[in-house]
């Protein structure tokens, strides 16, 4: 009994070749990858913008309003989540017709702003970037999708605005003119 031929053998013979070369040639490139590259997608220090007392209600709602003004007047359709520095929902509102899959993502992006105290943008970027960016995708409770922003008054973080409901892009321009609003 013949358990492989000539044929099969030489085949064989010349399939492990090929895949060492392929090997060595994966262990070059990333060897002589550049660091740069390979770290373009981290992330910067958290800011040193410290917490101050939480936005009121009355104040939320001022926020939210210039938001919804902003979509309005762009003709989008938006869910408008305002939350406290530990990111706790203050304040609610989903324009009419908005679709219902964007309530959680503008409550997450708020809380992520307000969290992490920066805008969701910069972990967006950050995955974008690959390499170490790619870590943020593990930080718990990070939503990386634009649209979430600070509100910050007098210096200091009072809460978040997080908007979904258009493509990020425009997530983001509501975001930050509702952010805008806060005094």
Same mark, same amino acid.
């Given at each position: 009994?013949?358990?492989?031929?000539?044929?099969?053998?030489?085949?064989?013979?010349?399939?492990?070749?090929?895949?060492?070369?392929?090997?060595?040639?994966?262990?070059?490139?990333?060897?002589?990858?550049?660091?740069?590259?390979?770290?373009?997608?981290?992330?910067?220090?958290?800011?040193?913008?410290?917490?101050?007392?939480?936005?009121?209600?009355?104040?939320?709602?001022?926020?939210?309003?210039?938001?919804?003004?902003?979509?309005?007047?762009?003709?989008?359709?938006?869910?408008?989540?305002?939350?406290?520095?530990?990111?706790?929902?203050?304040?609610?509102?989903?324009?009419?017709?908005?679709?219902? +899959? &964007?309530? @959680?993502?503008?409550?997450?992006? !708020? $809380? #992520?702003? =307000?969290?992490?105290?920066?805008?969701?943008?910069?972990?967006?970027?950050?995955?974008?970037?690959?390499?170490?960016?790619?870590?943020?995708?593990?930080?718990?409770?990070?939503?990386?999708?634009?649209?979430?922003?600070?509100?910050?008054?007098?210096?200091?973080?009072?809460?978040?605005?997080?908007?979904?409901? +258009? &493509?990020? @892009?425009?997530?983001?321009?509501? !975001? $930050? #003119?509702? =952010?805008?609003?806060?005094?």
């Amino acid at each position: 009994m013949q358990l492989c031929n000539d044929k099969q053998l030489q085949t064989q013979e010349v399939l492990v070749p090929r895949w060492l070369a392929i090997g060595s040639v994966v262990s070059l490139l990333a060897v002589a990858m550049p660091r740069t590259v390979l770290a373009q997608g981290s992330l910067a220090p958290p800011p040193q913008i410290p917490y101050g007392l939480a936005i009121t209600t009355e104040s939320a709602k001022l926020v939210a309003a210039a938001a919804i003004a902003e979509a309005r007047n762009n003709r989008w359709t938006m869910a408008i989540a305002i939350v406290d520095p530990g990111g706790h929902l203050v304040y609610f509102e989903k324009m009419q017709d908005t679709q219902t +899959g &964007s309530v @959680d993502p503008a409550i997450d992006k !708020a $809380r #992520t702003s =307000a969290l992490f105290r920066r805008p969701t943008k910069l972990f967006q970027d950050a995955v974008a970037g690959g390499g170490e960016g790619l870590r943020v995708l593990r930080l718990t409770g990070v939503t990386p999708i634009e649209g979430g922003v600070p509100i910050i008054v007098d210096g200091k973080v009072v809460g978040a605005i997080g908007v979904s409901g +258009g &493509s990020s @892009d425009q997530d983001g321009q509501v !975001a $930050r #003119t509702g =952010a805008g609003a806060a005094k």
